[in-house]
Every structure is written in C-alpha cells, then in structure tokens.
C-alpha cells in the first residue's frame, strides 16, 4: 500500500472521530468533565485531518490539479485557524491581549489574501463553488481585525470567541463529509444543488451562532479602546 493511500485512510478516519465527537461535545453539558475530555479529543482528531490534508494537498498540485490543490489548501487554512481559534480562546481566557496579538492578526490576513487568491482562482476557471466559498476566509479574517481593533471587554469573551470556533470546525467537519465525502449523492444534480452541502452547513452554522450570542453573550458590554497587544 502507498504512502498516498495511507493518508487518505487516515484522514478519513480523523474526520469520522471529528464528525462522532463533535455531536457528543456539543450535546454534553457545557464545561462538564466529559464535553472538556470529547472537546480534546475533536482537537486532535482534527489535528490529524490538517496533517494529512497538507502532503494530499501537494499531491493534487504536483499532479497538475492545480485549481483543486489550491482549493485543498485553502480549506486547510481556514480549518486550521478555527481549530487554533477554540484551543487558543480555552488556554488564554485569563490573557485577553495576548489573545489578541500580532500572531493573531497575521492569521487574519493570511484568511484574507488566501480567500481573495481561491476568489481570482474561481473567477478565472468559473467555478461558483470557489468564487462563493472564498469569502469565509475573507469574513474570517476581517471578523478578526475588527475585533483586534475593539477588543471585547466582556467577561466571557473567551466562551464567545470558543463557540465562534467551534461553529467553523462544525462547518469545516460537516462539509468534508457531505460535501466530500457524499459527493456521489449529489453528483447528480443541477449544478447549482451541488452547492448546497457546501453551504447548508455555513447557514446551519449562522443560525446557531444567533442563538448561541443570545444566550451567552453580552449585548450591554461596552467596546474597550484598542489595547496593545505584546509582539508575537
């Protein structure tokens, strides 16, 4: 069995631990021993789709797939942030600054100018599902600026920046398996409905962001004035 071969079963199997672990964190109770022990769990499994997504990546573009490969590479930055993001907003909730530092901002950009290249990618190949899907790093990374501009003085602002993670891992797991992994159940649609197990995950994500602000976040809380942040 090739190396290439390896990776792939790997990494569908990180993705279907994500996939488990992820319902059972989130139906857990919040801070509970078992949605913190479920939670690292998820972490690591998608640790290892992101190790084994980056050498799949390389194989696409050393194969001529470029505009694939590009793809593959994208989603792996905005994977990678969220899954950064959960874990960084837990081990840094008493570090509100630090949170919010240059590291934090260079990640912002890097969400930014990879969405704008899939964006040109997709406008030049005219494919809908990059033109579309290259504006979450692009929402992404500004979300971010603005909030490393207008640092939130919420007390919980930590559970709010998590979820806000959390709901882009639930994007990222959802969509590679059923955009990806279902992909022969919608193959043969409209075009236009081969979209949609693309973003009925981003609108399901929405939807719960809402309810999740109005329940645990603090609409009275004043914006505090820029901080500044200690250099990475």
Not at 99 to 104: G, K, M, P, S, V
Request: proline share 4%.
């Amino acid at each position: 069995m090739d190396a290439y071969r390896w990776l792939v079963y790997i990494h569908i199997a990180s993705g279907a631990i994500a996939l488990a672990t992820f319902w059972t964190a989130a139906i857990a109770r919040k801070g509970s021993p078992l949605h913190k022990a479920v939670g690292k769990i998820y972490l690591l499994a998608m640790l290892g789709i992101l190790l084994t997504s980056l050498p799949m990546a390389a194989v696409f573009l050393a194969k001529g797939r470029t505009v694939f490969g590009v793809f593959f590479a994208y989603l792996v930055v905005i994977t990678g942030t969220a899954v950064w993001l959960s874990w960084r907003a837990i081990q840094m909730k008493r570090d509100r600054a630090s949170y919010f530092d240059t590291r934090y901002a260079s990640v912002a950009w890097f969400n930014i100018v990879s969405g704008l290249i899939v964006f040109a990618i997709g406008l030049g190949v005219k494919n809908p599902l990059l033109m579309g899907f290259c504006w979450l790093g692009v929402l992404t990374g500004t979300g971010m600026l603005r909030k490393r501009k207008n640092v939130p003085n919420a007390a919980n602002w930590w559970l709010i920046e998590h979820y806000g993670a959390m709901l882009g891992n639930g994007v990222a797991t959802h969509v590679a398996f059923i955009g990806v992994g279902m992909r022969s159940v919608f193959g043969g649609l409209d075009p236009m409905w081969q979209l949609f197990p693309w973003f009925a995950p981003i609108l399901v994500a929405v939807v719960a962001g809402v309810y999740l602000d109005r329940r645990y976040g603090n609409k009275s809380a004043a914006r505090a004035k820029p901080v500044l942040t200690p250099a990475a």
